[in-house]
């Protein structure tokens, strides 16, 4: 019986089959189908986590990508400010350069004009002194420059005087820009294109260092024009006379009349 059995199971696949069905439980028949579901969920499973690592792969490879472009970009943005840091350096230079030009360049100018305007004055003092005869109906004289006249000078004045002169321009006749004789009168004239309240003290000064020795002595100012109304006023209260432009006082028309 037990060898009859035998000869089934190993002949009889149906009888095989109904005996392993008796013997083994529903769970176990299925186990192998289940074993092939597992392997197969985990072969899958595999495929998803390789995808997913290349996926981290090429995440990461993105994120070293970005960060070597934002590091290339902050060293773009540091050379960039350390650029404008020289330029902004260079165009302060600039600048400096360009205010010292200007200054340079308007001292310059100031200086031209101050120059011309020295120039001229000084032409038109040489213009002045070389036409005195004209201008005062006839006398002698001229700068004190002029030998003639320093000898002259010096002989009206006292040694006193010279001492006291040594240290006082203001007062120095010598200095004056035209000495002018008309008999035993003398004229002490400051020449200016524009007068102004300096030119009229100083003739002042220097026509009473001449009354000092004994002298009959005129402060005068002669120019093209006033420097200001407060100049004209002064020569009024200094009593000093002028030729200004075409207008003279009346102690200069008395000057030149007599």
Do not use: C
Request: negative net charge; charged residues 35%.
């Amino acid at each position: 019986m037990r060898e009859q059995i035998l000869e089934l199971l190993r002949t009889d696949p149906e009888f095989r089959e109904e005996v392993r069905r008796l013997i083994l439980t529903e769970d176990l028949l299925a186990l192998p189908s289940k074993v092939d579901q597992l392997v197969e969920a985990v072969r899958e499973l595999a495929a998803v986590q390789r995808q997913q690592a290349e996926q981290i792969r090429a995440l990461a490879e993105a994120q070293r990508r970005t960060e070597e472009r934002v590091q290339a970009l902050a060293e773009a943005q540091r050379k960039t400010e350390e650029s404008l840091d020289e330029l902004r350096n260079q165009v302060s230079v600039l600048v400096i350069a360009q205010q010292r030009m200007e200054e340079a360049l308007q001292w310059l100018i100031n200086w031209q004009r101050g120059e011309m305007g020295r120039r001229e004055g000084e032409r038109y003092e040489r213009e002045v002194i070389r036409r005195a005869p004209v201008i005062f109906k006839g006398g002698y004289g001229g700068s004190p420059e002029e030998p003639s006249v320093q000898r002259q000078l010096t002989a009206l004045l006292s040694r006193e005087q010279m001492d006291r002169l040594f240290n006082d321009k203001e007062e120095d006749p010598f200095l004056a820009d035209l000495i002018w004789w008309k008999d035993e009168r003398v004229a002490v004239v400051e020449i200016s294109l524009q007068v102004d309240g300096y030119d009229v003290v100083r003739a002042r000064r220097r026509a009473e260092t001449l009354r000092e020795a004994g002298v009959e002595a005129f402060a005068m100012v002669i120019g093209r024009e006033w420097a200001n109304p407060d100049a004209y006023d002064a020569a009024l209260h200094h009593k000093v006379d002028w030729l200004v432009g075409a207008e003279m006082s009346d102690g200069f028309k008395k000057f030149r009349e007599t």
